[in-house]
């Protein structure tokens, strides 16, 4: 792989400071990388910042915009594509601006291993992405969800991608639509292209979360606002596969008290493809590369 070949493109907006606000940028990633952003008054950031134009923004707005308040994200991914493309890169990786944790968790020998966010190099991260794009049928790779659990034997597996993926610019579709779920309806488009979307398990990621930080920076204050309406566009499109409601739940909180709070929760069901693997060696080499970084 020639590093020379991948953008990192962090996605953001509506969000001013510095990575205390916006914690990926906290990360030490060695490739290309820019904000794609809607709107940055106020970032004070070391990574360059691509303003999304004016006329590629309208074009947006009268080709693909299906709400008044949840068009920017999927806009500035969609135009993450086209200015990676335009570039010559070939591969993507697309990050959402407040990724707090990145680990990597899996089973050896039955025994759990776990090198934590204070120890991770971020590339190593895009660099196991990467390879398997390079070697399979994907279009779209991503991470798994931080967990406490760890996970079993399995290496790939094909799962909705959220917040922390790479795309495969020669084949993956061009625009992100479905207003707040946009993740949701490309991970869709690409099974309809006969693409599969595939989670590395072991590659785990967390973000800043809104419930008990009351985050409502960036596209949060819509989210609550919106509440179950925030899935309205994405059970039109695809109601065969989407749904959504409200849950509630237990968390803690400070002092280890329990707090009671309504959640938005998405109801998914599985879409495969089917993986083709071109070179499983190269994939286990790589892994085992990275893993010899930490051991």
Same mark, same amino acid.
């Given at each position: 792989?020639?590093?020379?070949?991948v953008?990192?493109?962090?996605?953001?907006?509506?969000? *001013?400071?510095? !990575?205390?606000?916006? *914690?990926?940028?906290?990360?030490?990633?060695?490739?290309?990388?820019? @904000?794609?952003?809607?709107?940055?008054? &106020? /970032?004070?950031?070391? #990574?360059?910042?691509?303003?999304?134009?004016?006329?590629?923004?309208? #074009?947006?707005?009268?080709?693909?915009?299906?709400?008044?308040?949840? #068009?920017?994200? $999927?806009?500035?991914?969609?135009?993450?594509?086209?200015? %990676?493309?335009?570039?010559? /890169?070939?591969?993507?990786?697309?990050?959402?601006?407040?990724?707090?944790?990145?680990?990597?968790?899996?089973?050896?020998?039955?025994?759990?291993? /776990? @090198?934590?966010?204070?120890?991770?190099?971020?590339?190593?991260?895009?660099?196991?992405l990467?390879?398997?794009?390079?070697?399979?049928?994907?279009?779209?790779?991503?991470?798994?969800?931080?967990?406490?659990?760890?996970?079993?034997?399995?290496f790939l597996?094909?799962?909705?991608?959220?917040?922390?993926?790479?795309?495969?610019?020669?084949? +993956?579709?061009?625009?992100?639509?479905?207003?707040?779920?946009?993740?949701?309806?490309?991970?869709?488009? +690409?099974?309809?292209?006969?693409? $599969?979307c595939?989670?590395?398990?072991?590659?785990?990621?967390?973000?800043?979360?809104?419930?008990?930080?009351?985050?409502l920076?960036? +596209?949060?204050?819509?989210?609550?606002?919106?509440?179950?309406?925030?899935?309205e566009?994405?059970?039109?499109?695809?109601?065969?596969? /989407?749904?959504?409601?409200?849950?509630?739940g %237990?968390?803690?909180?400070?002092?280890?008290?329990?707090?009671?709070?309504?959640?938005?929760?998405?109801?998914?069901?599985?879409?495969?493809?089917?993986?083709?693997?071109?070179? !499983?060696?190269?994939i286990? &080499?790589?892994?085992?590369?990275?893993?010899?970084?930490?051991?």
């Amino acid at each position: 792989m020639n590093k020379k070949e991948v953008l990192v493109v962090e996605i953001s907006g509506k969000r *001013p400071g510095t !990575k205390k606000q916006r *914690p990926t940028e906290k990360y030490d990633i060695s490739y290309d990388k820019v @904000i794609i952003s809607n709107n940055s008054i &106020d /970032y004070d950031t070391e #990574w360059e910042i691509v303003n999304v134009p004016e006329d590629y923004k309208q #074009w947006y707005i009268e080709n693909y915009k299906q709400s008044e308040n949840a #068009w920017y994200a $999927p806009m500035n991914r969609s135009y993450a594509i086209k200015y %990676a493309r335009e570039r010559g /890169y070939k591969y993507l990786i697309q990050l959402d601006d407040n990724i707090t944790n990145v680990n990597i968790l899996f089973k050896n020998k039955n025994k759990k291993v /776990y @090198i934590g966010n204070n120890r991770i190099r971020f590339d190593d991260i895009i660099d196991m992405l990467v390879t398997v794009l390079e070697n399979t049928n994907a279009g779209m790779t991503g991470c798994d969800m931080v967990s406490m659990s760890t996970p079993n034997n399995q290496f790939l597996a094909e799962r909705y991608c959220y917040s922390l993926f790479a795309l495969k610019l020669s084949v +993956c579709p061009s625009i992100f639509q479905g207003s707040f779920e946009d993740d949701i309806e490309y991970r869709l488009k +690409c099974a309809q292209m006969g693409l $599969p979307c595939v989670q590395v398990i072991p590659l785990k990621y967390g973000k800043t979360g809104q419930a008990l930080n009351k985050d409502l920076s960036g +596209c949060r204050a819509e989210y609550l606002k919106q509440g179950v309406k925030r899935g309205e566009q994405m059970r039109k499109l695809y109601g065969d596969i /989407y749904s959504c409601g409200m849950a509630s739940g %237990a968390k803690a909180g400070k002092q280890g008290k329990r707090r009671e709070q309504i959640l938005f929760k998405h109801r998914l069901k599985q879409v495969k493809v089917g993986v083709m693997i071109y070179d !499983k060696k190269k994939i286990q &080499d790589k892994f085992k590369k990275i893993i010899s970084h930490y051991m």
